[in-house]
């Protein structure tokens, strides 16, 4: 398998959990457009999507093509078109990245009551739902297949192995994360 394997394949997941934020975000818009004080945001499906984005697509999926394809890439004589196409996705990772914060925000003023959360919840899904998929297309159809030249088969091999390491680090990554959340929470509060 090419590096860029693991990759295409989690696109595909990442579609299936934009297209469930993209149902909710139409589901919501239809309540507003019926009754704006009938319309509600589920908060826990948001903290699910919250949480499949910044643990999955950033972390898991873009820390792969960050910390491990573009880094090697980085270092080849890569076309002027090329070497924009990489840092333009870079740059699409942090807006994702800020944008999903802001999400998770306005899921907090949500449940806190305050003016104008409902707007923002709509506002930072809407375009978190717009952004995924031109994305993963860029990628996809106009990045991964032309990079792939620039790597010998020896460094696909050992790309492939950093990927299935960088994997196995993450589930302890992940819980260890939260033991050291609820610790500090709790220090916080003593
Ligand atoms: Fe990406
Ligand atoms: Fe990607």
Redesign the pocket.
């Known amino acids: 398998m090419q590096p860029i394997g693991p990759l295409m394949i989690e696109h595909r997941l990442i579609e299936r959990m934009i297209a469930l934020m993209g149902q909710e975000l139409s589901r919501i818009q239809d309540n507003v457009a019926v009754d704006p004080e009938f319309a509600f945001v589920d908060p826990v499906f948001i903290d699910i999507a919250v949480d499949f984005i910044k643990t999955y697509a950033d972390r898991c999926?873009?820390g792969k093509?960050e910390g491990i394809l573009f880094k090697s890439l980085a270092a080849k004589p890569l076309s002027p078109e090329h070497r924009r196409t990489m840092e333009e996705?870079i740059q699409?990772?942090a807006w994702a990245r800020e944008t999903t914060a802001k999400l998770f925000k306005a899921k907090e003023n949500y449940l806190l009551e305050k003016p104008g959360a409902l707007n923002e919840v709509l506002e930072n899904l809407g375009r978190l739902v717009e952004f995924y998929p031109g994305?993963i297309e860029k990628?996809d159809q106009h990045f991964f297949l032309p990079a792939m030249n620039y790597l010998a088969a020896p460094e696909k091999t050992e790309m492939l192995q950093q990927m299935v390491d960088f994997d196995r680090q993450l589930i302890h990554e992940k819980y260890r994360q939260v033991v050291e959340g609820i610790e500090q929470r709790r220090a916080c509060r003593i």
């Open positions: 999926h873009h093509e996705l699409e990772h994305h990628e």
